[in-house]
């Protein structure tokens, strides 16, 4: 957050750069500039919001993240890369033991130890969670595979999950589809994908649900919202109507940041950054709210 001396850093080494390399770096360089613009912005306005660890029954020394909640915050969904991982293995990219799914219930207004729910929901590859219906009765996760990764659905039935279905090529494709949330009735998910015919990088599309329970073609959503840059973790609030995502683009004050838009008489509303400190010069993704939007 050393934003004032950063500024003066890039614009120096800006000026010591020959037109060609220029060319190659120039519009990034610029980019970081506007990011820390933007912090300085950001954290001279800093929102009312109280940041609470919810603590060592809940996080540990390995990744925590992908927190999802279900409407009466009675049960909390998450991912994490702990070595007791299913099936013990490591990703040969980054090393790190693979994603699993861990579940905590509250009682007496306390999370209690996460539950490892074994097959179907965690096998010996990544598993993670992306999103939960509104009833708490359909989970979204995502599956690594060589292409990168797809969607599927479970459905809770009595206290077992089915069987991860994945979703139809409306959604999946050879590509990354990477996060999804499911609108209050289940008719529309928005998710994100890296597949060709976008803005750049990662993008944000919408599928409607047809009549037999399969998704529809996928629609992108606008250059309003989607950026030449990666969108990711996108969310659909219980109003059915406020989207929170993440990008890089925008008005980001650092890697990503995460934005809310409301879809109001036919229109996105232009992203609003959520402000500091729930956003950093860090990476801030994967953002839920619970129904009341107090936690």
Request: with cysteine; glycine share 10%.
């Amino acid at each position: 957050h050393n934003f004032e001396t950063a500024i003066k850093k890039y614009r120096e080494y800006k000026n010591t750069l020959t037109p060609d390399v220029m060319a190659q770096q120039g519009k990034m360089i610029d980019k970081y500039i506007y990011e820390c613009q933007s912090g300085i912005e950001l954290m001279s306005n800093p929102v009312r919001v109280l940041i609470n660890n919810v603590g060592s029954v809940i996080n540990t020394k390995y990744p925590e993240y992908s927190a999802i909640i279900n409407a009466d915050e009675s049960m909390m969904i998450f991912t994490s890369r702990r070595n007791n991982t299913t099936g013990g293995k490591r990703d040969p990219g980054d090393q790190k033991f693979f994603e699993d799914i861990y579940i905590s219930y509250r009682q007496k207004g306390e999370w209690q130890t996460p539950i490892q729910p074994e097959k179907p929901l965690n096998r010996n590859t990544t598993d993670a969670t992306v999103g939960l219906s509104a009833d708490g009765q359909k989970l979204l996760i995502y599956i690594g595979n060589e292409g990168g990764g797809d969607i599927f659905e479970c459905e809770q039935k009595g206290n077992q999950w089915s069987k991860p279905h994945k979703l139809n090529k409306n959604v999946n494709t050879k590509y990354h589809e990477s996060s999804a949330s499911l609108t209050p009735d289940g008719k529309k998910l928005y998710f994100v994908s890296d597949k060709p015919g976008g803005f750049g990088g990662h993008d944000i599309y919408v599928a409607e649900r047809g009549s037999n329970n399969e998704f529809l073609p996928a629609t992108i959503l606008p250059s309003t919202i989607n950026t030449q840059y990666d969108e990711e973790g996108v969310f659909m609030h219980a109003d059915g109507k406020t989207l929170y995502f993440s990008s890089r683009g925008h008005n980001s004050m650092g890697g990503y940041d995460i934005f809310k838009t409301v879809y109001e008489n036919g229109i996105w509303s232009t992203p609003e950054n959520i402000g500091y400190p729930i956003n950093t010069a860090d990476d801030d993704v994967f953002f839920s709210l619970s129904a009341n939007r107090r936690s």
